[in-house]
């Protein structure tokens, strides 16, 4: 079997697609991992793609299907019919499959859901669409294995074979009562290791940590992370099993989180992909643009208040970018620890005021330090003193500020629900260019006596 | 039972501590997940999380010990005899275990080994101290169930049962040769649906994704999360079974991944943590405040060979904040879009021109529109045509310009082996204020004659 991933197999591809040698496409694919078959079709346009799903066995198509980012499954499902989508639903899990649907029309969903042999599937998708994506109820899939308390372990294992081909990973068999309310679960270890006839209430585990469906995804996955767990039963509100969240399907969550809090700090709206067209990256990148765009020009006017103090002592210029550069610098390093840390720890809420205090003996550190490098650095290179005296006591401000700014910012965002991780973004750096021009030039507008005296 | 993460219950298990009530401790701690004993030991000092540790049920103890931070592990263990920690081993998993003693020194590690009571432990966590912590044999347990293929499937089961204490979570049974050459699995699913007598042979499944034992952790990451697996085997170089690894420890290192990015992005180096002292703080962050300072002092040197212009046209100085901000922001911008494309995508090595090619759209077009608004607004401002003329130049220069370091960089960094999101760090920032100010004052002086009849 050759490697599909290569530049060489997609050209011979390409050319077996153009000239429909079916022989070729299906013998090159069989044995090959759907998730490398899909790194091929995502290479190709939507109708060779389509031309090499129709070829491939349902279960093969289907895991195709499943695995797609929400960009590509618009693009692909165009070409699909829903009776084409209909027949391969029953080969995934309901949740890939309600998740293929959600943001299809309407139309065509009904159509699908509707063209669905098995009624037990299309009523599990139905359930599924109810819930918003982006909570437990919305991660969970249908499949699981249940015991209701009063069964004994054989029937559990006739249970287990009955589900076997419909559960692909077992992990933990979740204990119902006769209202289908969770009480606990037992291990497929447990259940190989008691006699036959021994009750699940007998040895089921009551300790159990389950989530309501309601509960944010990322609580989700910060109890899932916490406690170490593989898979979580989902609940309703009296506490009925609805469904469950596996582990792989957390990985996601925490992969999307950690994507969108990078693209938040670096002026990206959420969602963008590298592969988007122009129009869609432009839509995506420029609305931070202007408001460093904004942020600069009144930064011209702020230092235009200034322009008497700048007309005379033209080197002031010169050392706007060292003072912006390190403000920005400062309050990004200290909004991204402090970013990092929420939401890990649980009792920060009552430590502001330490982190605060924290961040300044850093801030002070850091600020003597590099101001006192300057202020060394101009007086050998022979720059008058009373210009390196008011860089260096710009610089110590802006350290300062900007180190506050950078821990506060954050804070205030999460407490008003906001993601502080848009605190190390364009907007703060913008924010403390300004800070720091501001800074600057009062210090050199207070000092300008000393300034004077010098050489310009 | 009250809940134990809260301030209150802090404050009495202080008080607790100093009391020596241990009735209280065990009582308040006793069916609490060590999860959230961990929480609050957090806040604790070292002697006192001693005093609740040795208070605890020794798997309770062996768990809280198995999932500690470096840091506070160090700081821990200082005060754990060698004994101690000797008999907290056989509770936790192999590689915990291993993990626990990697950074410890050697002779408390030797001592610690030599006191297992358990001969084969012993021999497992000196196999796992072998591995390089950045690879897969450093990630991996040696717990695990395997049969061997001549087994049948009572034989399987036997030996499930026989193991059933050690591995607490299943997942799939590997199918090894006399050789212990992994074969192929078997889950548990097919053991309970086949007959007694079957052999493993006739069923197990040779489709199956194992990792050799020296491959990079990220690689192994990148490896699961394409497959969604579960848990992976690892193997030597003679396809010989070592152990597995699962997917709660790469949930950590994708974590761990994602906090290096953002900390390379933030100019924080790698390992700091929030809670790390002030000095430990300051040398995490320093040298990158340092480059930016060295950057903005180069950056006056370069403004001052524009000083005899500076000097006639003052207005001049007033729009550096503005080109140097907006080349940092679409700087970052690209790097980030291309550093997360990184590794996704396969074929992403063939397609540096493409990006390029895309990133220089885009640039196009926010350069356009940024240029045309700054252009629009200053003589809307009422400022002279020329000035005007030479900000939207230079601004639409360093926005084409910013774009293309900014894509550019993280291929060349990722190229040579280094993590390309330092490419969104402050070393591109102060590159970009660098190159902001070359071409804004080049342009001005190009200009010169035109800047020179406007009112400045």
Known sequence: MQPINTREYLEKLEAAIEEQNVAFIRESMEDVHPADISQVLDELNTPQSKYVIDLLPPEVSAEILSNLDEETT???????????IAALVPYMDSDDAADLLDHQPVRFREEVIALIDDRE????????????EDCAGGLMAKELIKAYDTWNV???IEEIRRQAENVEKIHTIYVVDSQERLLGKVSIKRILLAKANTRIADIFDRDLISVESYRDKEEVSDLMQKYDLEAIPVVNIQNRLLGRITIDDIVD????????????????????????????????????????????LIGAQLMGLFEG??????????????????????????????????????????????????????????????????????????RP????????????????????????????????????????????????????????????????????????
Do not use: C
Request: charged share 15%; net charge negative; no cysteine.
């Open 253 to 296: 969550v925490i992969t999307e989180k950690a994507e969108e809090d990078i693209a938040a700090m670096s002026g990206i709206s959420a969602g963008a992909e590298e592969d988007d067209g122009v129009f869609r990256s432009v839509r995506a990148r420029l609305p931070w643009l202007l408001i460093g765009m904004a942020g600069g």
């Open 121 to 132: 599937t299309a009523e599990h998708i139905i359930e599924l669409l109810h819930y918003d």
């Open 74 to 84: 618009r693009r692909f499902l165009r070409v699909f019919e829903s009776a084409e």
């Open 385 to 456: 003193f009373g210009l390196a005296l008011v860089v260096s006591i710009a610089l110590f401000s802006v350290v300062i500020l900007a180190s506050i700014t950078g821990t506060v910012t954050p804070l205030v965002l999460d407490r008003y629900g906001v993601n502080p991780a848009l605190a190390s973004g364009p907007f703060i750096t913008t924010a403390n260019d300004l800070l720091g021009l501001t800074v600057y030039f009062s210090v050199a507008h207070w000092l300008r006596p000393l300034l004077a005296s010098g050489p310009f």
């Open 309 to 382: 103090d700048l007309k005379e002592i033209t080197a002031l210029a010169l050392f706007t970018p060292l003072i912006t550069a390190t403000g920005g610098n400062v309050g990004i390093q200290n909004s991204t620890v402090v970013v990092q840390s929420l939401g890990r720890d649980v009792f920060s809420g009552n430590k502001r005021t330490e982190k605060i205090i924290r961040a300044l003996g850093i801030a002070v550190v850091n600020a003597i330090t590099i101001s006192l490098i300057v202020f060394v650095f101009f007086l050998l290179y022979g």
């Open 154 to 156: 054989v029937q559990t």
